[in-house]
């Protein structure tokens, strides 16, 4: 899904500055098939208005296990 979301907007030069990073970061993400800060799979999920979980990968449900501890 990563990798989608980056063709769809405009490759990784484009979705790099969209979230601050390097384009090299850009990589990684589809590489792994998840964003690594949530802040920027926030930014994807608004953009193109994809489930955030599609690309924040476990941290989601990392971040709600948390919670009903």
Not at 38 to 65: N, P, T
Request: aromatic share 8%; hydrophobic share 50%; net charge positive.
């Amino acid at each position: 899904m990563v990798a989608a979301a980056v063709e769809i907007a405009g490759g990784p030069t484009a979705v790099a500055r969209l979230c601050g990073v390097r384009r090299q970061s850009i990589y990684l993400w589809i590489k792994e098939w998840k964003v690594e800060r949530l802040v920027d799979a926030l930014k994807l999920s608004r953009a193109w208005r994809i489930s955030i979980e599609k690309f924040a990968g476990g941290m989601i449900d990392a971040e709600q296990s948390k919670e009903t501890k």
